[in-house]
């Protein structure tokens, strides 16, 4: 089964997604995924994703498409996939048409309120990445990293400001993906808010009634 995952940031589409992954045995391929696998094994799209991304760059549509035809075609998703951060606008969408075909997309549906409650909450040690969350997975020491000791960091793109300028963007680009899969009947909307389990429940009830 060929899916497309859409919602929000924040909405925990990346935590489902590996859940699903599991339970379909299929891939989980994200665009972020994809150009760093090229940059590190150094081919010819991860050079030249890797020079546009240095310069500060978006990576335009036709390099973004080539990259995920070329991650389609290995055997790994000869039987299915996950997309997941692709397509991002119709042009995509369309591109990828050409090429691949889509069973559902699912959207991950989550209000405003809770995805800022959500990504607000977070905080990070820096040296090593781990993720906490202030209420649904603090640290034993307010602040402090389990491990190392460190003082945790909120990211600036976690700040209540800054979520809500990345819904704008989310809102003015991906967004018009919803009617876009809607009108092929291919939409399958699904509560969000709920913990991982049940979202990925939903999901399976969604794609197999």
Do not use: W
């Not at 369309?94 to 995805?115: G, H, N």
């Not at 700040?159 to 967004?175: C, F, G, N, W």
């Amino acid at each position: 089964m060929n899916i497309v995952l859409l919602g929000p940031p924040g909405a925990g589409k990346g935590t489902v997604a590996a859940l699903l992954k599991k339970e379909l045995g299929v891939p989980h391929i994200s665009t972020g995924d994809i150009f760093r696998e090229n940059i590190k094994n150094g081919t010819e799209l991860g050079r030249k994703v890797e020079s546009i991304m240095a310069s500060g760059a978006l990576v335009p549509d036709d390099v973004t498409v080539e990259l995920v035809r070329d991650r389609l075609s290995k055997a790994d998703a000869a039987d299915g996939y996950i997309l997941d951060g692709f397509p991002r606008t119709i042009a995509q969408a369309e591109a990828l048409s050409s090429f691949a075909d889509i069973d559902a997309a699912v959207c991950f549906v989550l209000s405003e309120e809770e995805i800022v409650k959500r990504l607000s909450g977070r905080r990070i040690c820096k040296s090593t990445g781990r993720i906490y969350h202030i209420v649904s997975n603090p640290p034993k020491v307010e602040g402090i990293d389990d491990e190392t000791g460190e003082p945790l960091i909120q990211r600036d793109d976690d700040k209540p400001e800054a979520i809500r300028h990345r819904l704008e963007v989310y809102e003015a680009s991906t967004a018009p993906l919803i009617s876009y899969y809607e009108g092929k009947g291919l939409l399958r909307n699904i509560d969000a808010s709920a913990s991982p389990e049940d979202v990925l429940a939903s999901i399976l009830k969604a794609l197999r009634g």
